[in-house]
């Protein structure tokens, strides 16, 4: 239960805020068929999580289980100072214009690629007994933390304080990534 349940809290709660949030908020603006924009990044999601998922499934097999831990607190480390740095919008009209799914796909494609979300799955992969589970979790995480901006648009960002759950949630990761890191290293 562990292998789905934690990356699934985990990249839900790494998307509150993030670029990719505000990526599908833009699109979903940009497309008036928020079902077709959410199918779109639904397909890029599962294709970045699962390769996540495998490819730390693979370090069990290159590092021991100390280091694989604290890999996963590199993870959460990168994910907590990264809710700290500023970023700039998107540009979704910078894409192609294919339609809302493949606009969606190919944008989200890009903008997820060595996102902290990616980091974080590809750490639970390495410590997980069964990588597709872990990459279940992860997709619907980010799906879940994505759908509210597609449902609501630009509306969220004037509702909703996203910066500051961007950094509390940092905060979180850092602390979580402080415990793990003092696990592995068997400081107390």
Known sequence: MDDLFLPLMAAALA???????IL???????FPRPLLVFLGIGAAVIA????????????????????????????FLFAGV??????ADPDVDGY???????TSFF???AAEFGDKTQFITAGFGATSASWP???????????????????????????????????SIGGLFLFISSILAINALSLI
């Open 133 to 167: 589970f872990t990459a279940t979790g992860a997709t619907l995480g980010v799906l879940i933390g994505i759908a509210p901006a597609i449902l609501l648009g630009t509306a969220l960002r004037d509702r909703v304080p996203l910066t500051l759950i961007r950094r």
């Open 82 to 87: 990264a809710a700290f740095l500023p970023f």
């Open 107 to 109: 944008a989200f494609l």
């Open 15 to 21: 998307e509150w805020g993030d670029k990719t949030q």
């Open 24 to 30: 599908a908020m833009l699109l979903a603006a940009r």
């Open 48 to 75: 970045h999580m699962s390769l996540a998922a495998f490819g730390g499934s693979l370090l069990t097999t290159i590092i021991t289980p100390d280091a694989i831990q604290l890999f996963l607190a590199l993870g």
């Open 96 to 102: 192609w214009n294919i339609g809302a799914v493949f």
